[in-house]
Antibody
Framework: QVQLVQSGAEVKKPGASVKVSCKAS????????IHWLRQAPGQGLEWVGV????????SYAPSIEGRVSLTRDTSTTTVYMELSGLRSDDTAIYFC???????????????WGQGTLVIVSS | EIVMTQSPATLSVSPGDRATLSCRAS??????LAWYQQKPGQSPRLLIY???TRATGIPARFSGSGFGTEFTLTISSLQSEDLAVYYC????????FGEGTKVEIK
C-alpha cells in the first residue's frame, strides 16, 4: 500500500536551517509528483512547493521561494524539504502529499505523510 | 493567487441532520476543486475531487457540487465521527486552500 513516512519533530533557533524527509513506498516513486504543504498552529494549509521525483524539477510558492529547496534521492525513494533562514512564523506542521495521478503536477492529493512539527524558537 | 473563501467558519449540526459547507473561488477554477477532512492530530483525508467525485472509500453521505467559483460539500446525515475541519482546495493553478469550516456536533 502507498505510504509516505516523514522524519520526526525538530526544534530550531531563528536563522538556522531544517531538513525534513518524506520516504515513499508502495508505488513507482518517479512517476508521481510530491508536494509539500504546511499548517501553522490552529491555522489552515499553505502550499510550499512541488517536486517531480523523476526529473528533480521543482516549483515553489512565491512567499517562501529563495529559502526552500526540494530534492529527492531515487535510490531511497525519499524526498527532502530544506528550509533556511528560519523565522518564528515558520513554526508549523510540514506535510508531504502525493498527487493522485502519475505524471500530473496539479491534482488532488490522495496520500499524505503523517506531518513533521518544526518549532522555531530562541 | 486564487483566494478560496469558506463559510461558515463553524457549523453546529445535530446527529442525523444535513450539513452544508460552502467554498467560493476568487476566479473560476472550473471543476478543479477538492474537499478534505482533517480530524484533530491527523493529516487531511481526501473526500471529493473534481468538485463532485467521491474518493475511494468515502461514504455516500458525502457529496460535492458546483463549478466555476461556487462549490458545496454536503453531509447528508451527520455522524459523530464527522466532527472535523473541512478544507476546500483548488488545483486549477498552483494550489490554494480555504481557511476551513469546523463541524461541531450539536
Amino acid at each position: 500500500q502507498v505510504q509516505l513516512v516523514q522524519s520526526g519533530a525538530e526544534v530550531k533557533k531563528p536563522g538556522a536551517s531544517v531538513k525534513v524527509s518524506c520516504k515513499a513506498s508502495g508505488y513507482t516513486f518517479t512517476t508521481y509528483y510530491i508536494h509539500w504543504l504546511r499548517q501553522a498552529p490552529g491555522q489552515g494549509l499553505e502550499w510550499v512547493g512541488v517536486i517531480n521525483p523523476g526529473l528533480g524539477s521543482t516549483s515553489y510558492a512565491p512567499s517562501i521561494e529563495g529559502r526552500v529547496s526540494l530534492t529527492r534521492d531515487t535510490s531511497t525513494t525519499t524526498v527532502y524539504m530544506e528550509l533556511s533562514g528560519l523565522r518564528s512564523d515558520d513554526t508549523a506542521i510540514y506535510f508531504c502529499a502525493r498527487v493522485a495521478a502519475p505524471g500530473s503536477a496539479l491534482l488532488q492529493y490522495d496520500h499524505w505523510g503523517q506531518g513533521t512539527l518544526v518549532i522555531v524558537s530562541s | 493567487e486564487i483566494v478560496m473563501t469558506q463559510s461558515p467558519a463553524t457549523l453546529s449540526v445535530s446527529p442525523g441532520d444535513r450539513a452544508t459547507l460552502s467554498c467560493r473561488a476568487s476566479q473560476s477554477v472550473t471543476s478543479d476543486l477538492a474537499w478534505y477532512q482533517q480530524k484533530p492530530g491527523q493529516s487531511p483525508r481526501l473526500l471529493i475531487y473534481d468538485a463532485s467525485t467521491r474518493a475511494t472509500g468515502i461514504p455516500a453521505r458525502f457529496s460535492g457540487s458546483g463549478f466555476g467559483t461556487e462549490f458545496t460539500l454536503t453531509i447528508s446525515s451527520l455522524q459523530s465521527e464527522d466532527l472535523a475541519v473541512y478544507y476546500c482546495q483548488q488545483y486549477d493553478v498552483w494550489p490554494t486552500f480555504g481557511e476551513g469550516t469546523k463541524v461541531e456536533i450539536k
